[in-house]
């Protein structure tokens, strides 16, 4: 057996590498203590702070997960002992150095087949409460309410399609604020939402069960609930689903969990789940809210109106990509100065929001509404530098569309 | 290196070509396992450094250093680059090197052929490379590129789908190779059943990989159209199906993930054996656990979509033929502890990590046993969990068992042995740095963090911020790998090693001279009963 000299020249090597990892690690200890100081708290229905396990469940199937993924624990745990127990003793006992002399085992068949079949059995065993809640999990029949939850680049759509409050339709879009933090790298630590709030969560009423269909109009996503125990993709050109029965009201919080593009990581879901005389109410104040939004395209606006109703399009729809102040960032085009924007012909820039541009980078708003187009195109015309005093009208965006 | 190239066996009397046109024209299957290995080494480091750029930004919240599109574009490149570029060529490396010697033949099958799958390597990963420099960007839709993001991509997607063609080809001729090379020019008296554990593992991989890169060229192909020439195959603008997709894409990714573990578990078998000084336990039944291992493999690979909405009936069967994988797994585990009991043991570093790679490639297949059952993924599913169970299974599996063939055979290759003592700070700080690493990232991914996420809410910044120190540290411990191991090795410099310098070492590859001759067995060798010793 061959052992090696120990030159100088390697010891000295030797503690030259222990004082650079003593060193990294004391540096690396002291940037590790600031986020002590850290005020974030555990989010209620969302992530713990440095939570170790499932967040606490909200729905029988979760708690079902939390029951198999401790019988798994278990099992592996004691597999592991056992296993490791054996091959740690051997180490111990069976070295050349204690003196241990080798000695071949006999390969009795029988050794070999009960290390097949003992672990087929149990993994038999695995399977069986496994079975059970999966055939739960996918009976999405009987709900109470269905709602369609649309994934898009990024943020989603949900329609009620079914049940009370049938008729509703809201987008859900991260909190610009959050976005804005986000890429200033210095995101304050207190805030106990960071990533996960939204303008307008989707409401739904405790203990009834409610059927989740998605789908998605570009690429693929999923909607992901962990306190539900739920995750299904979004699939364009497809409809999958999948229900929870909410055991409690509260907030509850999940993100996109399929890679979906750059803003993959900034569209979160918020379930918000109300009692059923709350929902009623919500539901009543969503129908008036949505008669007096239904604009009519062939309103004539004024260019103060106009500029003010574009602001919180440009919000909700294009200052995570342009930016706030219009100047976009890296590939994204400035609107601040875009020749595109002032120009005096409307189709220019009206041509860029139907279709999209830059190969899909700048995607097609067709699903906005005339009046929210128009509004958007005036808001960027007379924003920032922009001072063209130029006004789009609904009717000029319906006539675009054709 | 020189110690291996000037050296001249005194009955060589072949030329062989000197200078650049040695490597560029190599047809010596020790040449062209070398310049694999350096080739997968490099592409170690690249792939290391953008694993090493995503843990940077994800060091705190906040974006600091790289925009989420770059992000994106780091995640796909890493895992393209470790997959293809690092893993699977470093095994073909060691399969060079090693099956002639460990089988008694003169070289591989096909030289002239063995020379042509590496040198298309290099422009696959030029190729692939470049992607960085061209309009959009690199990749980023994902190392399994799935529809519809794809058709989004800029046109380093095509770069990208043209690199994969070029690497393919060059793994099917790779496996061609050994697969001829195996059932053809083993020395007289070695039958399949004496054959080394490493050339079994490989000749198994090599045909899951005949079976599977012409399924990941189809796959890739039919996006190439879809992007250009207006198939819909997968896009669901003209009614294609971005799912199956996905199912075309794993079928060729289950298997794939075990192309880059069986031949770690061959190494791990000629490891084990050596250093408790006794015979493999049970060496038939791993053989029958490494092929129903790749059978299995071909009828479990939608365990990756159980998020996609298969009906109940599907998720079942895939779920219980994933479990199942389990048993021959265990029959691998429990042969080599087995092996180990009541042997002579001795912890050289090449012992060290293989016993790290038994330890901690289990902990990878725990997690991988959570996560075959559906219920349970739907939460873990694109979490952090799965991101921790993988790199358990691919870095303290595949690659841990290529460190330690390479502390095991690198005597054999360069005729000097290691510095020991560095080789052992190696592996226990590598091991460490790689549990700091991955460990956290359970955690995270049970509380719920996505994975390929640029930025994360403030409850999970603890544990990135552990996860990031360890891959510092883990990174630094592989470049001190290069430096103060691999590179004296390389230049010749360390005590001479032995023409065995392994106690109990059995098997062809230690009865040639170290360094190995450039041609070894130019006559095939009179073997012993056991296949392990020439007697003539």
């Known amino acids: ?402 | 290196m020189s110690a291996v190239l000037d050296h001249h066996d005194a009955h060589d009397h072949h030329h062989a070509p000197t200078g650049w046109r040695r490597w560029v024209f190599a047809t010596n299957h020790k040449d062209i396992g070398t310049l694999y290995l350096l080739f997968s080494f490099a592409m170690l480091i690249f792939g290391g450094v953008l694993a090493l750029g995503i843990r940077a930004e994800l060091f705190q919240p906040g974006l600091q250093l790289v925009n989420p599109e770059l992000f994106n574009q780091f995640t796909t490149m890493h895992g393209l680059i470790m997959v293809f570029g690092a893993i699977m060529p470093a095994f073909v490396g060691y399969a060079n090197w090693m099956i002639p010697l460990q089988i008694g033949a003169s070289d591989m099958a096909f030289a002239r052929m063995n020379n042509f799958s590496f040198w298309l390597m290099i422009p696959a990963a030029v190729i692939l490379a470049l992607g960085f420099f061209m309009p959009g960007g690199a990749p980023a839709a994902g190392w399994t590129l799935y529809a519809p993001l794809t058709l989004q991509m800029g046109p380093s997607m095509d770069a990208a789908i043209f690199a994969m063609h070029i690497l393919g080809a060059s793994s099917i001729m790779g496996s061609i190779n050994i697969i001829v090379t195996i059932l053809n020019m083993r020395a007289p008296g070695m039958t399949l059943m004496k054959m080394p554990m490493f050339c079994w593992t490989w000749l198994i991989t090599a045909y899951l990989l005949i079976a599977v890169i012409p399924v990941l060229a189809g796959a890739i192909t039919m996006t190439l159209t879809d992007r250009h020439f207006g198939t819909s195959f997968f896009n669901p603008a003209g009614g294609g199906d971005p799912v199956m997709y996905q199912h075309i894409f794993w079928f060729f990714g289950h298997p794939e993930v075990y192309i880059l573990i069986l031949p770690a578990f061959g190494i791990v078998s000629q490891i084990i054996p050596t250093f408790a000084r006794k015979k493999l336990f049970g060496y038939t039944s791993m053989v029958y656990a490494t092929a129903s291992i790749a059978i299995l493999s071909f009828i479990v690979w939608a365990h990756h979509m159980y998020t996609t909405g298969m009906p109940v009936t599907g998720q079942l069967f895939f779920m219980y033929a994933t479990m199942l994988i389990a048993v021959p797994t265990g029959v691998k585990v429990f042969n080599w502890i087995a092996t180990m009991w009541k042997g002579s043991m001795t912890f050289e570093t090449p012992m060290l990590w293989a016993v790290g790679f038994i330890f901690v490639f289990t902990m990878g297949g725990f997690t991988g046993l959570i996560l075959s059952m559906a219920p349970i993924d739907q939460n873990l599913h694109d979490t952090y969990y799965v991101v921790a169970h993988f790199h358990y299974t691919m870095v303290a599996g595949s690659l841990f068992a290529l460190f330690g063939g390479f502390y095991f055979w690198a005597p054999k290759w360069s005729g000097v042995m290691y510095n020991e003592t560095l080789g052992k700070v190696h592996f226990w700080l590598s091991l460490i740095f790689f549990n700091l690493t991955f460990f956290p990232q359970h955690f995270l991914g049970l509380a719920g963090m996505p994975r390929r996420y640029a930025d994360y809410p403030m409850q999970f910044a603890d544990f990135n911020m552990l996860s990031s120190i360890g891959a510092f540290g883990f990174g630094t411990m592989q470049v001190f790998f290069f430096l103060f191991i691999v590179v004296p090795v390389m230049r010749g410099r360390g005590e001479k090693a032995p023409q065995k310098p392994w106690e109990a070492a059995e098997g062809l590859e230690w009865e040639v001279p170290s360094p190995a001759p450039h041609h070894t067995f130019e006559n095939p060798p009179k073997l012993d009963a056991t296949a392990t010793k020439v007697i003539g």
């Open chain 1, 1 to 402: 057996m061959s052992t090696m000299k120990k030159t100088g020249h390697s010891v000295h090597q030797r503690w030259a590498s222990a004082k650079a990892t003593i060193g990294a690690l004391v540096a690396s200890s002291a940037v590790w203590l600031s986020p002590a100081a850290h005020a974030v708290n555990d989010l209620p229905g969302g992530p713990k702070v440095n939570g170790l396990n499932f967040q606490p469940a909200a729905t029988r199937i979760a708690e079902e997960l939390h029951g198999l993924h401790w019988f798994m624990l278990a099992l592996c745990a004691v597999i592991f002992v056992l296993v490791f127990g054996v091959m740690f003793y051997s180490i111990v006992k069976h070295r050349k150095a204690a003196g241990y002399k080798a000695q071949e085992l006999p390969e009795p068949l029988w050794v070999e087949l009960g290390w097949t079949i003992v672990p087929l059995l149990i993994v038999i065993g695995m399977a069986l409460p496994a079975t059970k809640v999966v055939v739960a999990q996918k009976d999405t029949t009987n709900s109470d309410l269905t709602i369609k939850a649309t994934g898009m680049q990024w943020k989603w759509g949900y329609d009620y399609l079914k049940g009370e409050g049938e008729g509703i339709g809201i987008v859900s879009t991260l909190d610009n604020a959050q976005r804005v933090m986000s890429n200033s790298g210095k995101p304050d630590a207190g805030v106990d939402d960071y990533l996960l709030k939204v303008d307008n969560p989707l409401v739904v009423p405790v203990g009834k069960k409610v059927r989740i269909i998605t789908t998605a109009t570009d690429v693929i996503h999923a909607w992901m609930v962990p306190a539900f125990g739920v995750k299904q993709d979004a699939i364009p050109g497809f409809v999958r689903d999948a229900w929870f029965r909410a055991e409690k009201t509260g907030d509850f919080y999940g993100q996109c969990a399929e890679l979906c593009g750059k803003e993959h990581a900034y569209m979160p879901i918020h379930v918000k789940v109300v009692t059923a005389e709350e929902y009623t109410a919500w539901v009543d104040q969503q129908k008036k809210l949505m008669a007096a939004k239904a604009d009519d395209p062939n309103k004539v606006w004024a260019l103060a109106d106009m500029i003010k109703r574009g602001e919180s399009v440009y919000a909700a729809n294009c200052a995570a990509c342009h930016q706030p102040n219009g100047k976009g960032a890296g590939p994204i085009k400035p609107l601040d100065g875009s020749a595109i924007v002032t120009n005096a012909d409307h189709n220019v820039m009206l041509n860029v929001l139907l279709n999209g541009a830059a190969g899909g980078a700048m995607p097609a708003w067709k699903q906005l509404s005339d009046t929210e187009i128009a509004a958007v195109m005036t808001y960027a015309k007379n924003s920032w530098s922009n001072k063209t005093e130029q006004i789009v009208q609904p009717a000029q965006v319906l006539a675009g569309r054709k």
